[in-house]
T-cell receptor, first 115, second 115 residues
Framework: DTAVSQTPKYLVTQMGNDKSIKCEQN?????MYWYKQDSKKFLKIMFS???????INETVPNRFSPKSPDKAHLNLHINSLELGDSAVYFC??????????????FGPGTRLLVL | AQSVTQLDSQVPVFEEAPVELRCNYS??????LFWYVQYPNQGLQLLLK??????LVKGINGFEAEFNKSQTSFHLRKPSVHISDTAEYFC?????????????FGTGTRLTIIP
């Protein structure tokens, strides 16, 4: 019944490693997002995809690469992890084309700790 | 570019007392306004949103917010809080103009209900 799900829930890894976070939504939505929430709870958008096409690409290091194999999935791959990448990463989805009025539905988050 | 200021990082309130969480925004164009709630270790969920029309917006769990264009505010209120309202509350803004549809969040207000 989970609407937006993310795996893994927790991720602890060493600096320099490469890791992926997966996101799936079963709401039939067309747009998906990745957000980063830092230790001060500040939430900032990283990417959004509509029907597998990139719409928003904020100023994010190119070590971060989103991939959308279909409109129900948006994965986040991170190369060469750094200490500053430690954060909670949230996936979200919305029904339409990603317009600013849409309600976004968030997943439970992936807590990434880079040692 | 739009921005959001949540003036209080923490608000302690006694159970059954009223509460107001403050939010001010800045934008050069018309905006949509949102309040999201994040319960401990969960993702965000929408409480309410203002798109147009009546400036008083009612949301879930007994919350309401009032859009005040002259004061560029969108404060969240509840007449009587419950222990279960303990959470982090985020105000967010998006611009109505095409081409800048991202949601910008405030830094959050932690609401703690005292029994």
């Amino acid at each position: 019944d989970t609407a937006v799900s993310q795996t893994p829930k927790y991720l602890v890894t060493q600096m320099g490693n490469d890791k992926s976070i997966k996101c799936e939504q079963n709401l039939g939505h067309d747009t998906m997002y990745w957000y980063k929430q830092d230790s001060k709870k500040f939430l900032k958008i990283m990417f959004s995809y509509n029907n597998k096409e990139l719409i928003i690409n904020e100023t994010v290091p190119n070590r971060f690469s989103p991939k959308s194999p279909d409109k129900a999935h948006l994965n986040l791959h991170i190369n060469s992890l750094e200490l500053g990448d430690s954060a909670v990463y949230f996936c979200a989805s919305s029904q339409g084309t990603g317009t600013s009025a849409e309600t976004q539905y968030f997943g439970p988050g992936t807590r990434l700790l880079v040692l | 570019a739009q921005s959001v200021t949540q003036l209080d990082s923490q608000v302690p309130v006694f159970e059954e007392a009223p509460v107001e969480l403050r939010c001010n925004y800045s934008s050069s164009v018309s905006v949509y306004l949102f309040w999201y709630v994040q319960y401990p270790n969960q993702g965000l969920q929408l409480l309410l949103k203002y798109l147009s029309g009546s400036t008083l917006v009612k949301g879930i769990n007994g919350f309401e917010a009032e859009f005040n264009k002259s004061q560029t505010s969108f404060h969240l209120r509840k007449p009587s809080v419950h222990i279960s309202d303990t959470a982090e509350y985020f105000c967010a803004v998006s611009e109505t103009n095409f081409g800048n549809e991202k949601l910008t969040f405030g830094t959050g207000t932690r609401l703690t209900i005292i029994p």
